[in-house]
């Protein structure tokens, strides 16, 4: 699933006792034209579009809520800037480590991956934060 629907923004919105502003709908409404894993940069330029008076520092600032609100989670890759991501279902991405493509990874459960946990450990997992990197087809073609 990308993105919540209407009804379950303004829930989370209302649950976190922040408000859903006018500039935290565009920055949202930029991340779902996105379809992909923008940087704050990205996403403050496609905001930028719409309404040129925006600040970078506001863009931060929203997406830094809507990631404590559980909109959107933020990706942590080495030598990249934290990429955002509507999807927030359990699930892994790649990077391309020479040019910066990010993928989403069909076939890997996160369910298999944490009953694996619980089977080989006394743990019960709360959190995850896997990153994943390696070289894609395009990049591959140039080795
Ligand atoms: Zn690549």
């Not at 409404?29 to 040129?52: M, T």
């Not at 890997?108 to 946990?117: C, G, N, Q």
Request: glycine share 6%; hydrophobic share 35%; net charge neutral.
């Amino acid at each position: 699933m990308i993105g919540s629907p209407e009804s379950d923004v303004r829930e989370m919105f209302r649950r976190s006792g922040y408000t859903l502003t006018s500039q935290r709908r565009a920055v949202l409404d930029a991340l779902q034209d996105f379809k992909g894993h923008p940087s704050a940069e990205e996403v403050y330029l496609a905001v930028k579009k719409k309404n040129p008076k925006v600040a970078l520092g506001t863009v931060y600032q929203a997406l830094s809520v809507l990631e404590e609100i559980g909109l959107i989670e933020a990706k942590r890759w080495s030598e990249s800037p934290v990429r955002y991501d509507l999807n927030t279902e359990p699930h892994y991405d790649i990077r391309c480590t020479r040019c910066g493509k990010v993928a989403e990874i069909p076939g890997l459960k996160f369910d298999d991956f944490a009953a694996r946990i619980r089977e080989n450990t006394p743990y019960k997992v709360t959190n995850t934060s896997l990153v994943i990197e390696g070289h894609c087809p395009v990049c591959q073609m140039e080795d």
